[in-house]
């Protein structure tokens, strides 16, 4: 089937395109290339949601915490109620930031079912516990 120019063209397509071309960037360890393919992305369609995703994992390697949040925040806000990638990233930098009770509340929002929800309760206080030491 062959697809119409604007249906190749189209912002999400687009979007893909550099996300997943930051995804490769990130691999050959281009951090800096892989970050201004993932905002290029996010230039194409403010709201394509991996490209806030792919910003906070950028982010998350250079523990760059302020900015992580800034990212997951963004796809939170995108899409509350179905990616418990974006809360994984929030509790991440909340952690960095040393703001636990934001960092165990977004961790709790990323467990997608019971058996997760124990899983990032018992990390979250093994964390605390290491953190007091």
């Known amino acids: ?23 490769v960037l990130k691999a050959q360890r281009k951090p800096e290339d892989a970050r201004n393919a993932c905002s290029q992305a996010l230039r194409v369609d403010p709201n394509y949601l991996p490209a806030d995703l792919c910003l906070a994992d950028l982010c998350a390697t250079e523990q760059r915490w302020e900015e992580m949040l800034h990212f997951a925040n963004t796809a939170v806000a995108l899409d509350p109620a179905n990616d418990p990638h974006a809360y994984f990233y929030a509790a991440g930098a909340s952690f960095g930031l040393h703001r636990l009770p934001e960092a165990e509340k977004s961790a709790l929002k990323s467990a997608t079912d019971p058996q997760d929800v124990t899983m990032v309760k018992k990390y979250l206080a093994d964390l605390a516990a290491s953190h007091r030491k």
């Open 1 to 23: 089937m062959h697809q119409s120019r604007t249906q190749a063209d189209s912002p999400e397509r687009r979007g893909s395109y550099f996300a997943s071309t930051a995804l």
